[in-house]
């Protein structure tokens, strides 16, 4: 009893964080291996076994075909092959949530979205709406096409380890794909025709993007008598306390695009700064430079704000990212990453000044300078996703048939797996490996492909599941199960599974719920005397149904800031399609999945 009381009030407080957000998933969920460890319900040599677990090599290894794949071009071209010329909105967006599913079932679910996004943007702007009506729909597709394949979203993985457990057998690679298509089929249908009207409508982008930072840059000039000739950008603080952000310099001919604090002033220098109205005229009373002219449009700063070797680009910020709960100055963003950070938008609300000690939150938009040859890098060592598309090369050369080789290994490793030939883990871990053999990836891109929170996230929640089996307390929550059973007949047993799943994949990670679920689902198969594979089937489904709020899956938090969002808005739509997948489904697993 003592064992499970322990797993009891360790879930609990390990809900209870994850629902407040202040420390980051992974952590508590180490915070948890350690308090079972500690406390004896768990081995110490099981504590961390769960990175032992096939859905942990797994998931890493799709995580690192999907950068090859993302890569070589190949799903970009898909996607431009699949962006129609219709005009018709309801087509446009269920060619989008089409292209979104389906890259999903077979990648990690981000990478799909982070692909979709910027055509999303692109086509509500084309077609003159907000993306609101766009990025709610595609968020939710990247969702719904997990539930098609075994490695299209962990909680499959970590549901077919517990059938493993109690049968010997997992799930098939497409064992998910008859209930995952139907699901996706009506999602899709049912926001075109009814969603799309549930879906609030928030304000366009403006022409200049997220941002229209115009009323906040200014063109100043250093004077002859200036007393800024000869001194440095950093000087501006050092001598007066002023907070200047220099976006470039205008020295005759030519330009400086993100000048280094170091930078020396000239006379005749013109600077574009960022800077508000009360701090311009203290910036010109005190250090004796000239005001250029009136404050420029955002559109006609543009070209003195990038070149050939800076870019100035959108992007919006993972929940793992590096700067959440952080600064720009504690980050070190100019110093480590050659960065300027000129705006950010959050849920609609702009922020200019004060960015020195702003602290970043998951789904900020960020107008960042960068240079154009290290754009990459720092998308992935921010773990942000970019708001603007890469141009693609849709032509077909025969030195290029190399870039084919991911797609070609990729679909070799599903062939083995459907077949029976290897297990997932086996076969997707060859596939990864040969990638870097051949080339197609290198092994810094193998390295830093591997979501590394995500990978301590679930190898320390599977051994949460083990105590919720060996302490029994899996075997408590079935029983209390059973007795709501006798009231209401068996196949009500299965939909109050799939609400309690649904409600907590709302609150915390999908995979946690699939690690919490999986072994009371077990259990209560057990206690009915029943098959366990409908249980399971409908707990993977409800796992990836995180509808109703932006934190439940980290795709509905990345569209909140472009959106323009707010907390209550993803249930509008969220609601209607959580029923329709519960009212649909539950017959469709029982039908495919006997009792």
Same mark, same amino acid.
């Given at each position: 009893m003592f064992e499970q009381i322990v797993v009891f009030v360790v879930i609990g407080l390990i809900l209870y964080?994850?629902?407040?957000?202040?420390?980051?998933?992974?952590?508590?969920?180490?915070?948890?291996?350690?308090?079972?460890?500690?406390?004896?319900?768990?081995?110490?040599?099981?504590?961390?076994?769960?990175?032992?677990?096939?859905?942990?090599?797994?998931?890493?290894?799709?995580?690192?075909?999907?950068?090859?794949?993302?890569?070589?071009?190949?799903?970009?071209?898909?996607?431009?092959?699949?962006?129609?010329?219709?005009?018709?909105?309801?087509?446009?967006?269920? *060619?989008?949530?089409?292209?979104?599913?389906?890259?999903?079932?077979?990648?990690?679910?981000?990478?799909?979205?982070?692909?979709?996004?910027?055509?999303?943007?692109?086509?509500?702007?084309d077609n003159k709406l907000s993306p609101s009506k766009f990025l709610m729909p595609v968020a939710f597709a990247s969702l719904l096409g997990g539930m098609v394949t075994l490695i299209?979203?962990?909680?499959?993985?970590?549901?077919?380890?517990?059938?493993?457990?109690?049968? *010997?057998?997992?799930?098939?690679?497409?064992?998910?794909?008859?209930?995952?298509?139907?699901?996706?089929?009506?999602?899709?249908?049912?926001?075109?025709?009814?969603?799309?009207?549930?879906?609030?409508?928030?304000?366009?982008?403006?022409?200049?993007?997220?941002?229209?930072?115009?009323?906040?840059?200014?063109?100043?000039?250093?004077?002859?008598?200036?007393?800024?000739?000869?001194?440095?950008?950093?000087?501006?603080?050092?001598?007066?306390?002023?907070?200047?952000?220099?976006?470039?310099?205008?020295? *005759?001919?030519?330009?400086?695009?993100?000048?280094?604090?170091?930078?020396?002033?000239?006379s005749g220098d013109i600077l574009i700064i960022k800077m508000d109205s009360l701090g311009l005229t203290d910036l010109i009373n005190r250090t004796g430079m000239a005001l250029r002219g009136a404050k420029l449009d955002f559109v006609e700063s543009v070209p003195f704000l990038k070149s050939d070797e800076f870019s100035l680009v959108e992007v919006v910020l993972r929940d793992d990212s590096l700067l959440i709960g952080r600064t720009a100055v504690e980050v070190k963003m100019r110093n480590r990453f050659n960065v300027n950070l000129v705006a950010v938008s959050r849920r609609g609300t702009l922020s200019i000044g004060g960015l020195k000690s702003f602290r970043f939150k998951a789904g900020d938009i960020l107008l960042l300078q960068a240079p154009v040859t290290l754009l990459q890098d720092i998308y992935h060592k921010l773990s942000c996703l970019p708001l603007a598309e890469r141009s693609v090369n849709i032509s077909i050369d025969a030195k290029k048939l190399k870039q084919y080789l991911p797609i070609g290994l990729f679909i070799l490793g599903i062939i083995l797996t459907t077949l029976g030939v290897m297990p997932v883990q086996i076969a997707f871990s060859a596939v990864a490996i040969l990638l870097v053999i051949t080339k197609s990836i290198t092994l810094r891109e193998f390295y830093e492909a591997i979501e590394w929170p995500t990978i301590l996230l679930l190898g320390t929640l599977l051994p949460l599941g083990v105590a919720l089996q060996k302490s029994g307390a899996s075997d408590t929550i079935a029983a209390m199960l059973v007795k709501i059973s006798t009231l209401v007949p068996m196949n009500w047993t299965l939909v109050i599974l799939m609400i309690i799943t649904m409600a907590l994949t709302n609150l915390i990670s999908s995979t946690a719920t699939a690690v919490l679920m999986g072994p009371i689902a077990i259990s209560l198969a057990e206690y009915m005397g029943v098959s366990p594979d409908p249980f399971l089937i409908g707990a993977c489904i409800a796992s990836s149904a995180a509808f109703l709020t932006p934190i439940g899956h980290q795709s509905n938090m990345l569209v909140m800031g472009p959106g323009g969002y707010k907390f209550t808005d993803y249930w509008r739509l969220g609601l209607p399609l959580s029923i329709l997948i519960v009212v649909i489904g539950t017959p469709l697993i029982l039908l495919l999945w006997h009792f």
């Open positions: 964080l994850f629902i407040d957000g202040r420390i980051r998933y992974e952590l508590v969920s180490i915070l948890g291996v350690l308090v079972l460890s500690i406390t004896g319900v768990i081995d110490p040599d099981e504590a961390f076994s769960g990175f032992g677990h096939p859905a942990v090599i797994t998931v890493a290894s799709v995580l690192v075909i999907s950068a090859a794949l993302i890569k070589s071009g190949i799903v970009e071209r898909l996607v431009v092959l699949f962006d129609g010329k219709t005009e018709s909105v309801r087509l446009k967006i269920m *060619g989008l949530m089409v292209v979104t599913a389906l890259l999903s079932a077979f990648m990690n679910n981000v990478g799909a979205l982070a692909l979709i996004l910027p055509v999303a943007l692109r086509t509500a702007k299209g979203t962990p909680p499959n993985l970590i549901v077919s380890g517990y059938r493993y457990q109690v049968s *010997g057998i997992p799930f098939d690679f497409f064992a998910f794909a008859p209930t995952g298509i139907v699901m996706v089929i009506l999602g899709i249908i049912f926001t075109i025709f009814i969603g799309i009207k549930l879906i609030p409508h928030r304000k366009a982008k403006d022409k200049d993007g997220f941002f229209n930072i115009g009323e906040y840059l200014s063109e100043v000039v250093i004077t002859d008598q200036s007393k800024m000739v000869g001194k440095r950008i950093r000087d501006f603080y050092e001598l007066f306390k002023l907070e200047v952000d220099v976006l470039s310099i205008g020295r *005759g001919k030519s330009k400086i695009i993100v000048p280094k604090p170091n930078e020396k002033l000239m």
